[in-house]
């Protein structure tokens, strides 16, 4: 799970318990947190669509990077590592790099993203995305709006996905069609979950971030959310789009 917040110092969930709400004025700040971390996690999302189609579509590209093991790995190796930064190194970076940072994360994204346009058809792609599109919506406003504390859903949800990345790694190597349903399944349910689970988190952490005294904390929360919103989605819409369609037309 993109749980990235449970390092992030003052970000953390035991500081927000013994923090107050926002003044009035400090609820409209709040509100516009909330609305960056919206409006950056769609620019990302349209980086990656974009990133994905210009490579699937050309292919001098495709052969660069798919017809050498080397590129493919380096290219996962430096989402990992643009990951890893920006959520642990968010207190240290600056919200203009962290944002730098995060938009290229999306356009790597795409371009290995790019390959299931060769696994789906252009039918299945766009029914997972509306379905998705929809799901996460539906979600994030549950975990925005709901007053029960979903916190304590976070060490079950954790324990959920490292069974379920063990769970795809065994199914790598037995390719059994009945253990990837049952992977393809809980993965939608799963994510379904840390979603709302998420929006939650990051309502709260824009919360704090309005009343520790930063003025930058709120822009890096504004990002960090909308990392954590991103991947929710992308992982909601690869495992819808199992579902929807194992191969192309």
Do not use: C
């Amino acid at each position: 799970m993109n749980n990235y917040f449970e390092t992030q110092g003052h970000y953390d969930r035991g500081n927000y318990a013994n923090s107050s709400y926002p003044s009035a004025s400090g609820a409209l700040t709040f509100s516009g947190v909330m609305t960056r971390v919206y409006l950056w996690m769609t620019a990302a999302l349209m980086l990656t669509a974009g990133a994905a189609l210009i490579t699937a579509s050309s292919p001098t590209l495709l052969n660069i990077i798919f017809g050498n093991q080397a590129i493919v790995w380096i290219l996962f190796g430096g989402e990992l590592a643009l990951v890893m930064g920006i959520s642990w190194g968010i207190n240290r970076l600056s919200p203009t790099m962290a944002t730098a940072l995060f938009l290229l994360y999306s356009v790597v994204n795409g371009v290995t993203l790019s390959s299931i346009f060769f696994a789906y058809s252009l039918g299945s792609i766009t029914q997972a995305f509306a379905a998705s599109a929809l799901t996460f919506g539906a979600m994030s406003v549950l975990g925005f709006t709901i007053k029960r504390d979903l916190s304590g859903l976070g060490g079950i949800l954790m324990m959920a996905l490292i069974g379920l990345i063990i769970a795809s790694v065994v199914n790598i190597f037995w390719s059994n069609s009945v253990l990837d349903a049952i992977v393809t399944y809980v993965g939608v349910f799963l994510f379904v979950g840390i979603t709302a689970y998420d929006t939650q988190r990051i309502k709260q952490m824009s919360e704090i971030a309005e009343t520790s005294g930063d003025a930058a904390a709120p822009r890096r929360v504004a990002i960090l959310g909308a990392l954590s919103l991103y991947l929710d989605f992308i992982n909601l819409f690869l495992y819808i789009l199992r579902l929807f369609g194992r191969g192309r037309d």
